[in-house]
């Protein structure tokens, strides 16, 4: 009875065991996968036209004639939407209509004082033209159907004028038949209604298809191109067709989201049936291809991450990964043996021991902040330098982080060495020192090789320390040890912080912690294939 | 054999760890080119007087020493005793084979390299030597790079004996070499001891009374950190002067 009972005791912790396991491995599994896949997603997607011309300006890659032949297809396809736009603007933009105006009374009078006339006839001239403009500026601004058509009726009175033909004033007259043949269809009342639709509008269309021909290339990198992914398209086109609103139904109940179709805002006008339009239209705009962007792991990133991939933030991880690990391999290394040799178990070895312990503990931010006052404004001028974050003054910082860490794995692993092995070596003469470094240092490396992972793990992932000692959210190749650097870490807290960015764009945030943990898991990899080699050379097979 | 001068004499050597008794007013002239055994009980201090000759007590720390034990004629708890030179003449072989984690090459090459020997050929002559020394080379000569914790225990206690030999010791400490062998690995270390005290003064310490009978020429018997008996190992085992060597030798202690 009582072996049944032990019997069965047994198989119960054995399945909790599997249990747990297998429970740790779903967690791990359901945290990892969608990031990773996510991640994935930057550097296989569907791309977009926009895509393929953002790649040719910016890293001069692709294939250049057929682009251009894909682009004057969608050119084709885009131009009414922007040449709809340009004239539905024109005409509700009261102000831009009274700028223009003006402007148009301003170079008749310069070309009136040129011309060789009488006075009288001058001042005549002069006054009607103002006269017609103040009419048509009250036309342009009024919402009153009657006024608006009284005073066109009056402006148009002049146009068969001999005096204004061939003159800069006709221009004035096509304007004002212009608008009188477009208002006939838009409600005045709504001009400004349509004013703050269409600028709302025009911004979506930019994000969605690029910047408007007719305008000025824009200055910054990201306003250039349109939606670059089909997904980002897609969500754009989304936010085109619809409108959101949150409204509150009852008091006291959440706010629930409402979309009504954008479309409405336009009802009547010229504006209206692009909506189907673009969206009919669709794939012959973008031209969506399954596109492999591998150089996401190589590019430079734009400011603000928005196009261009991570390879400055992987080189920086590196770099800054390594020099730390640099400065804490001997320091490390000497420590733990000062503490595992050399030590008899004092005071003062109990205090530093307490010291390393808490060391551990302190948040990482704290590092961060001691790095910047003693690394970087203290240490660095001491050695005359100038007092600026650097790779050297960020990994300075980490190191001294992930030093307890470090000390403690290699003082188990030295203090793990067989005493035989000290005996042996002693025996033959040898010094301590002798014996420390030829027989204890080589016995402990698999130790301290552990000790070297868990650091390197904890230095790659930093964003804290880093924060003020060296990171940069965008800029160019550290050239030396004196320069800044861009790092995954710091990169997708950028993203995260920034001003809606990381809404504008998620692949990239998710292609930064992929990658980041991809690059870990590798370093990781290689130190543990690495241990596992020492460990079986010193076993002997 | 007596007319010999001893190269190891101990004088009134007392040992202490902290306050406990290691050994206690040994008196004992060994001598060379021989094979002397110590035999007792556990706790007896045996192997603390074993250790004490070459000093590798030391790694111990809070220990007190009293009286003199000289080999040749030094003081080896002298001030101004150069540990490693002492350790070079005064080799060690352990309980339990220990050879370094490192290639069969580098750990008979150990102990010349230490001294400066850094010419391949120089290092390769040596290790051969020593390995033949050690009856080891027959067996090993063809793979010296081989990882030394590939050996078996035997083979490995012959390396030992091996990278001990490499530092050309006059005296070859042996601290109870064959307790975790076989009966043929103990045989073949039995018979190297044989064949080595014609070159060395080998200093054993047993538990295996067969084993003092069959390879020492005297024996010292030691019992709770005194030397209770000194004599020819013939004499110790079958004329014993003291009652307490005879008990302990049939069997009748411990």
Redesign the interface.
Known sequence: MRFIIRHITDKIFTMLTVLSVIVLVAILAVILTPILWKGFSAVVFTGTIEFRKMQLDLFNRGDIDKLNEENARSQLCRKKVYDTINRFKQNIDAETLCDKTAQICRTFGKELQRKDMPGTEYQQLRSLSREIRDKLQIAFNSSDKKIVDENLKDVLKYKADIRFKDTSAAQLFAIAENFAADIKNIDLAKRQEYADALKEFENITVKLLGYNPSTPVPALKMDRYGATRLDLAQKNLNKLLWLEKWEQTSPGKPMVKISTPRAQLFAGTEIEPLFDYIRDNFDEMFIPKRTFYWQYLIDDSTPGHYFGGVGPEILGTLLLTLVSMVFVFPIGIISAAYLAECS?DNFIIKIIRMAINTLAGVPSIVFGLFGLAFFVLYLIPLFGGASKPCILTAALTLAVLTLPVMIRASEEAIRSV??????????????KL?TFI??VL??ALPGILTGIILSISRVAGETAPILFTGAIAFGPTPKNAFDPTCTLSYSSYDIAVGDRLAALVPHNQYGMVATLITLIFCLNIAAIIMRAKISR????? | MTDKKPIIKADNFCFYYGTKIGVENISMEIYPKSVTAIIGPSGCGKSTFLRSINRINDLIGNTTNKGALLVKSHNVYDKNTNLANLRQQVGMVFQKANPFPKSIFDNVAYGPRLQGIKKRSDLQRIVEEKLKAAALWNEVKDDLTKSALALSGGQQQRLCIARALATNPDILLMDEPCSALDPIATGKIEDLIDKLQTDYTIVIVTHNMQQAARVSKRAAFFCLGNLIEYDTTSTIFSNPSKKQTEDYITGRFG
């Not at chain 1, 067989?418 to 010094?431: D, I, T």
């Not at chain 1, 050379?537 to 097979?541: Q, Y």
């Open positions: 008899s067989p005493q035989s092995y000290k005996e042996a070596s002693l025996g033959l003469g040898a010094g002798r030829c027989v080589p016995a050379k010193l076993k002997g097979h």
